[in-house]
Nanobody
Framework: VQLQASGGGLVQPGGSLRLSCAASTNIFSATAVGWYRQAPGKQRELVASISAGRDTKYAESVESRFTISRDVAKNTLYLQMNNLKPEDTAVYYC????????WGQGTLVTVSS
């Protein structure tokens, strides 16, 4: 399984970005797919996830600002990020869980004026 994340970049506070994660496998059959992030000097943390039952989970810090979605026809996971804050600066990783946890390579999001 390969996961290719993209869409990161530099954005000003209050701006928006949409991250994409293209999977080489059928994401519909995954136990869960999600986004994590790791800021410099910090541990990797869950940002948002979708379960096989389409239940979504968000970190409290991004609730109401970020939206996770998936397109099963394209085997692609998305993360729409609005009203970005400097503390959202991190490398964002997508993952897929199906018996094993697979990780993408990460895409850097920098929120700065």
């Amino acid at each position: 399984v390969q996961l290719q994340a993209s869409g990161g970049g530099l954005v000003q506070p209050g701006g928006s970005l949409r991250l994409s994660c293209a999977a080489s496998t059928n994401i519909f059959s995954a136990t869960a797919v999600g986004w994590y992030r790791q800021a410099p000097g910090k541990q990797r943390e869950l940002v948002a996830s979708i379960s096989a039952g389409r239940d979504t989970k968000y970190a409290e810090s991004v609730e109401s600002r970020f939206t996770i979605s998936r397109d099963v026809a394209k085997n692609t996971l998305y993360l729409q990020m609005n009203n970005l804050k400097p503390e959202d600066t991190a490398v964002y990783y997508c993952n897929l869980v199906r018996g094993y946890t697979y990780w993408g390579q990460g895409t850097l999001v920098t929120v700065s004026s």
